[in-house]
């Protein structure tokens, strides 16, 4: 009696559970909020696209650009973000993920003259475009306009930082290459010192004087040979010195640019470029 | 006959193990093993092509050196590229003079023994990336890469 007991509610509870229709459009799209909120984009987004299918649904179509920009996958983000038709509630929004999709792929052109657009219109997100085009600003080659414009957008909490971008931006703290091989040409080692290549600079000041000192003795001592080898080789360490400062000055240059580039970057992934916060997973 | 149910679950067990074993043949394949360090990252190239005047006395010199006294003593250079393959890399991206006097500048940074780790990116496990192209004094071709980041070409 308690066999069949069990084989009924063993049963029942199989037969229950294919009750459950997990292709229904509601089921697909929990299924898809549950990727989405559990960042697994890609698989979300296929689930999306299914749900789209069956129902046409603003709030799904946006998700699906959110999903695409936070996988880094701009030009499949840019293209679903203009099917987002006016009427939508996130019509908006989807203005300012266009330009972040731009900016981080390097579109210049399109991004200056969207954010042009987006800042002189009527939008709620006019100034985040405006900040992010400044921002985008000390990235480019382009000139900055004047600080007390630049800074105008901005959050009193985001003045700090970006001044601090705008002052390095104006002047950079380069290394003078031309500086660097004089100081090496007058006493060697000293160029890498000014770059702060500080082992680098001591090394080539032995090296060069040791082969200098040996030089002079065997000149003095009458051993021409040696003394010239020495000689050769204290000539090649002074010059490869004074060649070795300039391309240090290059190389500390490029790493301040380096830097400054990484530092404005990391500013811009912290403020999420600039595009208000969505709540689709509480 | 009866069986013990023990014994038929043991003998059951075993012999899947002993099954299961027998799957995974390269895994447990025999393999003489050697001890001597990998040198992928030494590319040696033996070339005594004449490409332009220095070659003829650069290229001779440097395939020397690696045949007698480089690949007898052992990888010992801390960069990459080795001070060797630097010289004859810089000749043939810029001339036979600032190659040279590259070298003499790579031979300094070989020298001095302080503050590597905070100065150059890594390359593999023991070796400090120091490429040529970014001493050519070509400000384009400098790729900078923050020190203590691994590399691979």
């Known amino acids: 009696m308690l066999k069949i007991f069990y084989l009924i509610i063993l049963l029942s509870s199989i037969m229950f559970s294919q009750q459950i229709d997990f292709q229904s459009p509601e089921n697909i799209k929990l299924f898809a909020d549950f990727l989405f909120c559990d960042n697994d984009y890609l698989r979300a987004i296929d689930e999306y696209e299914k749900y789209l299918v069956a129902v046409d649904d603003d709030l799904v179509q946006f998700k699906i650009t959110i999903a695409y920009s936070s996988m880094n996958d701009c030009e499949n983000a840019i293209n679903k973000l203009g099917l987002i038709k006016k009427t939508s509630p996130f019509y908006e929004q989807s203005k300012i993920e266009l330009l972040k999709s731009l900016y981080l792929q390097n579109i210049d052109s399109v991004f200056y003259a969207v954010a042009e657009t987006l800042i002189n219109s009527k939008s709620l997100y006019a100034n985040n475009a405006y900040r992010l085009k400044n921002t985008a600003l000390l990235l480019s080659k382009t000139e900055l306009p004047e600080k007390e414009s630049f800074l105008i957008p901005f959050e009193v909490e985001e003045k700090k930082t970006i001044s601090d971008f705008y002052n390095l931006k104006k002047n950079p703290p380069y290394k003078s290459e031309a500086l660097a091989g004089v100081l090496s040409a007058i006493i060697p080692g000293s160029g890498k010192i000014y770059t702060k290549d500080y082992g680098d600079g001591i090394t080539a000041f032995l090296l060069t004087g040791l082969f200098t000192y040996l030089a002079y003795t065997n000149f003095e001592h009458d051993h021409p040979t040696r003394a010239w080898i020495f000689a050769a080789l204290g000539a090649g360490f002074y010059v490869g010195n004074i060649y070795g400062s300039v391309a240090s000055a290059q190389i500390f240059n490029a790493k301040v640019n380096f830097e400054f580039n990484e530092g404005v970057k990391l500013f811009l992934e912290d403020k999420k470029y600039f595009t208000p916060n969505y709540d689709f997973c509480k | ?153």
């Open chain 2, 1 to 153: 006959m009866i069986i013990n149910k023990k014994y038929l679950l043991s003998i059951l067990f075993i012999y899947q193990v002993a099954i299961y074993s027998q799957t995974d043949w390269v895994r447990w394949e025999k393999s003489d093993l050697t001890y001597q360090l990998k040198n992928n990252y030494l590319e040696r190239e033996y070339d005594l092509s004449i490409e332009s005047v220095s070659d003829v006395i650069v290229k001779p010199v440097i395939n020397a050196y690696w045949f007698f006294v480089s690949d007898v003593d052992g990888a010992n250079c801390p960069f990459q590229p080795s001070c060797s393959s630097f010289l004859v890399q810089s000749i043939k991206e810029t001339n036979v003079f600032q190659g040279v006097v590259m070298f003499f500048d790579r031979f300094t940074r070989d020298t001095n023994i302080f503050g590597r780790h905070e100065h150059y990116p890594r390359y593999g496990k023991n070796h400090f990336y120091d490429p040529v192209s970014l001493y050519t004094l070509e400000e384009e071709n400098i790729n900078y890469i923050p020190a203590k980041t691994y590399v691979n070409e």
